[in-house]
């Protein structure tokens, strides 16, 4: 399976600074792996613009449960298919945090998304204090229990909560047993389904490590928060992916 690599860009960025950053892109983006790039709402139709007839895909970063209807402020997954993107992060630790996004929260959004024609890109993942007492990886198969919808189709994202811009990210044989232990949890809640999904890894993935970390068993791709707002950064991440 190639694999995905995906930037988060979280709530950065203005227009002036796409052109540059696709067409560093355009340029050279590695034909081994897929790119998308997850905007601000604000950039998405510059950004399907200045993409388009690339294969380079866009994403947005949250979405509304419902089609429509009277929820100021939010966008539903209709609307992002409609600016050209093609998946949608959901259930980000941010947006579990900040927002009090509820498993069950995540799944009816990913069942929006699905249902607009969008690839959820759907995250979990334990705090510091849930791996300290030893419960990282039932923390994550609860949330993959109750955030994906039984008839799941997207990518998973795995991101410890205390990576996530902190510069620290887990052992590679951690790394490795968590990958092993969604695989087996996606197989036994989508049947051969769950197979077939691919598993990113995302946490402080930078240049320096990417390589290390994209060759693990089980890791189909990187989802890259800070470093995706530099396009070498980001290439050279991609770049390091298996051939
Ligand atoms: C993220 O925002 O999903 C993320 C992984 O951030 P960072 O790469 O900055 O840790």
């Not at 988060?8 to 897929?34: Q, S, Y």
């Not at 009816?108 to 990886?137: N, S, Y």
């Not at 060759?215 to 791709?221: D, M």
């Amino acid at each position: 399976m190639r694999q995905l690599i995906a930037g988060n860009w979280k709530m950065f960025g203005k227009r002036a600074d796409i052109e540059a950053f696709t067409a560093a892109l355009r340029a050279d983006a590695p034909a081994h792996v897929d790119m998308l790039v997850c905007p601000p709402f604000t950039l998405l139709d510059r950004f399907a613009s200045t993409l388009a007839g690339s294969k380079i895909a866009l994403g947005g970063q949250d979405c509304h449960p419902a089609a429509e209807g009277a929820h100021t402020g939010d966008i539903s997954a209709a609307m992002i298919r409609d600016v050209g993107a093609s998946h949608v992060i959901l259930g980000h630790s941010e947006r579990r945090t900040n927002h009090g996004e509820t498993n069950a929260v995540v799944r009816g959004k990913a069942e929006a998304a699905i249902a607009a024609g969008l690839t959820p890109v759907i995250c979990v993942g334990e705090t510091e204090a849930e791996r300290e007492a030893g419960e990282a990886e039932a923390v994550v198969r609860s949330q993959l229990a109750h955030s994906l919808p039984a008839q799941f189709s997207g990518v998973v994202a795995y991101e410890p909560v205390w990576a996530i811009g902190t510069g620290r990210t887990p052992t590679e044989d951690d790394v490795a047993s968590m990958h092993a232990a969604i695989r087996k949890a996606l197989v036994e809640q989508l049947g051969t389904a769950g197979a077939a999904i691919a598993i990113l890894y995302g946490g402080s993935v930078k240049p320096a490590n990417a390589a290390a970390l994209l060759a693990l068993p089980e890791v189909g791709g990187a989802l890259v928060g800070g470093a995706s707002l530099k396009a070498a950064d980001f290439l050279a991440i991609a770049t390091a992916a298996p051939l």
